[in-house]
């Protein structure tokens, strides 16, 4: 079973920055493909945010590309999302997942941006 665990979420004016990680908590974290979703209030899907893969590759959403980041730390077990520009429209909860021979979510962490 493996675990993982976001932080870094909270209340941000339109044009700031937030850094959210998600730490997991499997030794075999390097081989694994990793993705960060989030799930806007009144809708009832989540969607995909932006992914990296075992080797590095990266993809993102169209709706945040050239805003956010994400990268991974092997060694910490760690995916991050830099999150720059932020909008209200970025309101939402933020997931982590891990995808190996099951999916794996984590509890998420919510990301406000208001004035």
């Known amino acids: 079973q493996v675990q993982l665990v976001e932080s870094g979420g909270g209340l941000v004016q339109p044009g700031g920055s937030l850094r959210l990680s998600c730490a997991a908590s499997?030794?075999?974290?390097?081989?694994?493909?990793m993705y960060w979703y989030r799930q806007a209030p009144a809708k009832e899907q989540r969607e995909l945010v932006a992914?990296?893969?075992?080797?590095?590759?990266?993809n993102y959403a169209d709706f945040v590309k050239g805003r956010f980041t994400i990268t991974r730390d092997n060694a910490k077990k760690t995916v991050t999302l830099q999150m720059d520009s932020l909008k209200p429209d970025d309101t939402a909860v933020y997931y982590c997942?891990?995808?190996?021979?099951?999916?794996?979510w984590g509890p998420g962490t919510q990301v406000t941006v208001s004035p």
């Open positions: 992914g990296i893969s075992s080797d590095g590759n990266t």
């Open positions: 997942k891990l995808v190996a021979r099951a999916v794996y």
């Open positions: 499997t030794n075999n974290f390097r081989f694994y493909n």
